[in-house]
């Protein structure tokens, strides 16, 4: 496919376990972004990734959030002891590398019971 | 703490008028704008970017800044049913990542 995809589209876990979310950009771009958009709200930067390592991830709320790029294309962000709080649609975005025009994938809706 | 703010709304407007969407940031360092439209239940789309004072026209969409004024502006002419969504504005500040404000929710009925 041509765009940013992402998987799971869905996914529900109980408080306290661990998610990982997937996210496979334009082939050929460089810079991939994490977001988390609430309901109601923009989307919250979380990380900011140029190749293989975070360039930014000032975004991230807690430690409980990490995410990785290992071979600068498909990004895991992964959450550890889930909050109910972290219920949202986590977006992935990628661009050009010195582009600033971000294409947005489908997002994971995470819901935490 | 750098901040975008859109009036939530919803604007409405009938169809074929003009739809005037605004959106003021805080941070003066700011160096690209852009529109994203989000559907219900979609992800962002991006439909319009601005780096320079003044108008970007594409089609029936203008893009308005006054960077003096902190302010970006989106036109929507001859609007139609379809162009009902939200419209995000953002702003990158120098650095690849964007301060998305609340967005506003646009209606446009028939």
């Known amino acids: 496919g041509a765009g940013v995809s992402q998987t799971p589209s869905n996914k529900v876990t109980e408080k306290g376990k661990y998610v990982e979310l997937r996210c496979d950009p334009i082939s050929g771009h460089t810079a991939l972004y994490w977001y988390r958009q609430s309901l109601g709200q923009g989307p919250e930067f979380l990380i900011y990734?140029?190749?293989?390592?975070?360039?930014?991830d000032s975004g991230l709320p807690n430690d409980r959030f990490f995410a990785v790029r290992p071979e600068g294309s498909v990004s895991t962000l992964k959450i550890q002891r889930t909050e109910r709080g972290d219920s949202a649609v986590y977006l992935c975005?990628?661009?050009?590398?010195?582009?600033?025009?971000?294409?947005f994938g489908p997002g994971t809706r995470l819901t935490v019971l | 703490q750098k901040e975008v703010e859109q009036n939530s709304g919803p604007l409405s407007v009938p169809e074929g008028a003009i739809a005037s969407l605004n959106c003021t940031y805080s941070d003066r360092g700011s160096q690209s704008f852009f529109w994203y439209r989000q559907y219900s239940g979609k992800s962002p789309e991006l439909i319009m970017f601005?780096?320079?004072?003044g108008d970007k026209e594409d089609g029936r969409f203008t893009a308005q800044l006054n960077k003096a004024s902190q302010y970006v502006s989106l036109l929507i002419r001859d609007s139609q049913p379809s162009d009902s969504a939200t419209y995000l504005c953002?702003?990158?500040?120098?650095?690849?990542?964007?301060?998305f404000g609340k967005g506003t929710m646009l209606l446009v009925s028939p």
């Open positions: 975005a990628s661009s050009n590398e010195g582009g600033h025009e971000q294409f």
């Open positions: 990734f140029q190749g293989t390592g975070a360039a930014d």
């Open positions: 953002a702003v990158n500040s120098g650095y690849s990542t964007l301060t």
């Open positions: 601005i780096y320079s004072n």
